[in-house]
């Protein structure tokens, strides 16, 4: 456990209509309330106001409005979940449209992922955004937390079927996020990341 709280963003990567993201990100809300490592907040594509096209030199008032704000807020974490589901074997446009509106905010920072989908569990989502965050300077924890054919995993009411494996699988994931989150908090304190890169 750290000494103070690290801030986490939980990042809801899907933004449409009946999504079934909701579901999973409340499961993944009460597991945290039982992490005492975290301060968490929510970000949601459904609600940041971003378009799916990405940075444009035309883009609207309103987006760069809430770029501006949503930056703030990922700016001050310590360490990011991502919620993705899987859409066509990889992340939904929503998600990378979050990514891509920000730079500085993920260098030297942890990501950890909840994904879920069909056969797959979201797990080759997961996959290809490790290349993406990699791009970013920012380290993605090894273990994941997937629900495989979703719909299936939880009740009528949204509670989850087993109450065991995901927790599990969880409790690794955000231990890992927490050691990461905690020695890289301390190590940007320390002295600035070095992101200057020799190419694109
Ligand atoms: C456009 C689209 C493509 C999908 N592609 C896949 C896929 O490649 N693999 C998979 O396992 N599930 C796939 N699914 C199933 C979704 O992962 C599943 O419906 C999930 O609930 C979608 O997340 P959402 O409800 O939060 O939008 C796809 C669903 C949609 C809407």
């Known amino acids: 456990m750290t000494d103070t709280p690290l801030r986490l963003v939980v990042l809801i990567g899907s933004h449409r209509e009946g999504r079934f993201a909701p579901t999973v990100a409340r499961w993944l809300l009460a597991e945290l309330e039982q992490h005492a490592d975290f301060d968490v907040e929510v970000i949601d594509a459904a609600q940041a106001g ?22 703030a807020r990922m700016e001050a974490a310590d360490a ?4 993705t589901p ?7 446009a929503s998600l990378k449209s979050l990514i891509d509106w920000h730079r500085t905010q993920w260098q030297a920072k ?11 569990g979201g797990l080759r989502a997961v996959e290809h955004l490790r290349q993406i965050f990699a791009e970013l300077h920012a380290v993605t924890v090894r273990d994941t937390v997937s629900f495989h054919q979703a719909w299936e995993r939880f009740d009528e009411q949204g ?24 020695t890289l908090r301390t190590a940007r304190a320390e002295r600035p990341y070095v992101a200057q890169s020799t190419g694109v």
Request: charged share 15%.
């Open 50 to 71: 971003l378009n799916a096209e990405g940075p444009s030199p035309t883009a609207s008032l309103p987006v760069l409005e809430a770029v501006g704000a949503l930056a």
């Open 80 to 83: 990011f979940v991502v919620v």
């Open 86 to 92: 899987e859409y066509n074997h990889s992340y939904p």
């Open 110 to 120: 942890p990501i950890g992922f909840v994904s879920y989908g069909g056969m797959s």
């Open 159 to 182: 509670e989850v079927r087993d109450t065991e494996g995901p927790a599990l699988a969880a409790k690794a994931m955000l231990d890992q996020l927490a050691w990461w989150g905690t």
